[in-house]
């Protein structure tokens, strides 16, 4: 189809260690290393994570959606 393999390859590896990273810091987030509440939102917006995404991991490890 025209892909360059190499170049799909590299996305795959960017999406696999990212979805890593936030899997590494909802555990920080349960550990109780990034405050809460409005805290915890402005902790991590400021060091650059997505705040709804690491949310949605936190409540995917503990069973919820």
Wanted: proline share 2%; net charge neutral; aromatic share 10%.
């Amino acid at each position: 189809a025209g892909y360059d393999p190499d170049v799909i390859q590299k996305i795959v590896n960017l999406l696999y260690s990212d979805s890593h990273l936030y899997d590494a810091i909802a555990r920080q987030v349960i550990d109780g290393l990034w405050s809460s509440g409005e805290k915890r939102k402005e902790l991590l917006t400021k060091a650059g994570y997505d705040y709804e995404r690491v949310q949605a991991v936190v409540n995917k490890i503990l069973g919820g959606k």
